[in-house]
């Protein structure tokens, strides 16, 4: 087998990151040596499809491959919503029917704990499957490029493309400057996608420049939308390069003229030479600058540059997979890792005696405080701390309660290896593991059963339909032994 060898394949499995699984016998050379099977992944397949692949990357057991030929369909797919699909990175999955998008990612899951955590005998709950399969997500974050992505049909016809220098939308994988023109996405909603078309109109018809990481000049950078679930707050957010007075103010009565429902417009600053969509300063041009939303019968404020759970009611279904599993008295002193603007604790605060919440990033502190006063919590107390470091001297410094309960929620890098430690140190009789990562989530827990853990269950909650991305939630408790 050599790099471009086109092989005839059928899908008998499926693997993380949304790959088919074809397995091959490798020929062998003599009467005494056993045939070896050899693994083919090949992208957007699901098992059932017959198909011919290009083969891209050998490696010693296995081979990465695409569609070249689809002979038969699986029987579990169906046809994807959206006009993108297939070209966009945003929806791996929308031709494969919601069903199994949740029975794979439960199966995935069990595979990542058994297989490469090495971990065993706990039990593997049901996935929480998602209600609203579009049109879910609170925020989308879409990118200004100076090059937009041509289809083939643009590039075969050998006629002049007009507009090919000026694209909002979202990055080709794998192609850091160039972006698809997005005209319509169902993972928002309808004003969003109004929003979208008019921003790009807006700018394009008078010729603003786009910024370039490589000559680092350009007006336009980012448009964010964020868009409560259970209030009608809407907030858009725009990131670009340098104040202007004028062309940001005709802007905002363009959208206020063409989208009333906007509650807050917001223009982020950003000096920075990366392409990160967070300005060094922000002017709010109208409304307060945040919107709020609801978890349960929690208000939150949400700022332009906090971090929020994108999947709103899905995101309580989370949070009370987190309740049932730790199954609070009233009476627990509890730690919550990765507090963010305080969701978790504020959600749980009724249930427990006192929630200590550390946090890396100071911004979101400032709305944990506010968000704990919307609320009128008073057992949450947010507290500054590298997570990347020991966080155990803050504990000693505020000589604070050892916890009975650590809530852990961290990115997707999982935990750092002293935070792990000391939560050892800490040695709660319970620990509520959230993740957005089953792969870091088990590599973590596995250090945690090797200092005295038990893992008792996990339970996957699909927020991100028609991705591959899934949260989980783990429960330890300590080890009688």
């Known amino acids: 087998m050599k790099k471009g060898d086109i092989l005839d394949l059928e899908i008998s499995g499926y693997a993380f990151e949304g790959k088919g699984i074809a397995k091959i016998v490798k020929e062998v050379r003599s009467a005494e040596e056993e045939p070896k099977k050899f693994v083919v992944f090949v992208e957007g397949a699901y098992p059932g499809d017959i198909l011919s692949a290009q083969v891209g990357k050998i490696r010693k057991s296995y081979a990465e491959a695409r569609i070249k030929n689809l002979h038969v369909a699986s029987s579990l797919r169906t046809e994807a919503a959206c006009k993108h699909f297939g070209t966009c990175g945003g929806c791996k999955a929308q031709n494969l029917s919601y069903e ?211 999947n709103t009611s899905q995101a309580e279904k989370l949070y009370n997979v987190g309740l049932d599993f730790a199954e609070f008295s009233g009476n627990e002193i509890v730690y919550d890792l990765y507090s963010g603007a305080g969701t978790i604790p504020i959600f749980i605060s009724e249930k427990v005696k006192q929630i200590y919440g550390f946090e890396s990033v100071e911004p979101a502190i400032q709305d944990a405080l506010v968000n704990r006063e919307l609320n009128s919590v008073s057992n949450f107390e947010p507290i500054l701390a590298d997570l990347n470091k020991s966080f155990l001297p803050i504990v000693e410094q505020k000589n604070l309660p050892s916890p009975d309960v650590i809530i852990t929620d961290p990115p997707r890098s999982g935990m750092h290896a002293k935070t792990v430690q000391d939560i050892l140190v800490l040695s709660p009789a319970k620990i509520v593991y959230i993740s957005c990562n089953p792969a870091t989530q088990a590599r973590d827990v596995k250090l945690l059963c090797d200092g005295g853990y038990e893992l008792v269950k996990v339970q996957p909650v699909d927020m991100f339909p028609h991705t591959y991305h899934v949260e989980n939630v783990a429960f330890l408790v300590k080890s009688k032994i």
């Open 100 to 310: 199994h998008q949740a029975k794979f990612k439960e199966e995935q899951v069990k595979d990542i704990f058994e297989r490469l955590g090495g971990l065993k005998d706990f039990e593997l709950l049901p996935i929480v499957s998602a209600v609203k399969i579009y049109f879910y997500r609170n925020k989308l974050e879409y990118s200004f490029a100076d090059k937009r992505w041509l289809s083939e049909s643009e590039i075969s016809s050998m006629q002049e493309i007009p507009d090919r220098n000026f694209a909002l939308g979202f990055h080709i994988p794998g192609m850091y400057d160039k972006v698809l023109n997005i005209e319509e996405c169902h993972l928002q909603s309808d004003s969003s996608n109004q929003i979208l078309n008019l921003t790009r109109k807006f700018f394009k018809d008078r010729n603003i420049s786009i910024y370039s990481t490589k000559t680092h000049e350009g007006f336009l950078r980012n448009l964010v939308i964020k868009q409560a679930s259970n209030t009608n707050d809407l907030m858009v957010n725009l990131v670009v390069s340098e104040e202007n007075d004028e062309l940001l103010s005709d802007y905002k009565e363009s959208l206020l003229r063409e989208v009333p429902a906007i509650t807050t417009i917001i223009f982020n600053i950003s000096k920075k030479k990366a392409s990160i969509a967070i300005g060094d300063y922000e002017i709010v041009s109208h409304g307060g600058g945040f919107i709020i939303d609801k978890i349960g019968k929690s208000k939150y404020r949400i700022s332009a540059n906090s971090f929020f759970q994108t």
